[in-house]
């Protein structure tokens, strides 16, 4: 079974320009987490500060975040 592209968050990084390279940093995780989470293979696990990072490079909320990652909204 193959997952698919998280869409709202590859869109997201393709409005802003912001390569997944650039979040890991940001987060201090690995590039291939983010890439994981671009495919809709993997979700997020941040803590708060890391949440807050995340949605201030994106420049969404975390009601946003919340949206752009769950799965039962399209």
């Known amino acids: 079974m193959s997952k698919t592209p ?3 968050f590859v869109n997201k ?3 802003l ?3 997944p390279e ?9 590039a291939n987490s983010v890439y ?3 495919s809709g293979e993997h ?3 941040l803590t708060p500060r890391e949440t807050a990072i995340f ?3 994106l420049n969404i909320s975390i009601d946003e975040l919340a949206e752009m990652f769950d799965s039962s909204v399209s």
Not at 22 to 30: C, D, H, M, Q, R
């Open 6 to 8: 998280n869409e709202k």
């Open 36 to 38: 994981r989470w671009r």
């Open 55 to 57: 949605c201030n490079l």
């Open 22 to 30: 650039v979040i890991a940093v940001a987060l201090n995780k690995s």
């Open 13 to 15: 990084l393709q409005e």
């Open 17 to 19: 320009d912001i390569r």
């Open 43 to 45: 979700m997020p696990r």
